[in-house]
Nanobody, 126 residues
Framework: QVQLVESGGGLVQAGGSLRLSCAASGRTLSSYAMGWFRQAPGKEREFVAALSASGAITKYADSVKGRFTISRDNSKSTVYLSMNSLNPDDTAVYYC???????????????????WGQGTQVTVSS
């Protein structure tokens, strides 16, 4: 069993930056593919970024490509999402997720992940 806890959310002005963290307990994350998703009020949960267990493969939603970076520190069982050039459309609850494989081709599908955190709120003011 893997427990995931996100942190680092908050209120930021448009153009600003935040770094989200997702810390795991229960098991090391070194053999898990990881993903970040977000859900805005009244909208479905959407894929943001994914990272293979080794860190060699990264995928991003088109809406965040070039602005967000997903990374991991397996020694700390922590995954990060660095977010730059934030805009109000990025406002959402951000969730990290873990899949019990080193990589998943269906990385954009939330049903492909086995474990989820509770989410952290990111609010971007204009």
């Amino acid at each position: 069993q893997v427990q995931l806890v996100e942190s680092g959310g908050g209120l930021v002005q448009a153009g600003g930056s935040l770094r989200l963290s997702c810390a795991a307990s229960g098991r090391t994350l070194s053999s898990y593919a990881m993903g970040w998703f977000r859900q805005a009020p009244g909208k479905e949960r959407e894929f943001v970024a994914a990272l293979s267990a080794s860190g060699a493969i990264t995928k991003y939603a088109d809406s965040v490509k070039g602005r967000f970076t997903i990374s991991r520190d397996n020694s700390k069982s922590t995954v990060y999402l660095s977010m730059n050039s934030l805009n109000p459309d990025d406002t959402a609850v951000y969730y990290c997720a873990a899949a019990s494989r080193t990589w998943i081709t269906s990385y954009g599908n939330n049903r492909a992940y086995d474990y989820w955190g509770q989410g952290t709120q990111v609010t971007v003011s204009s």
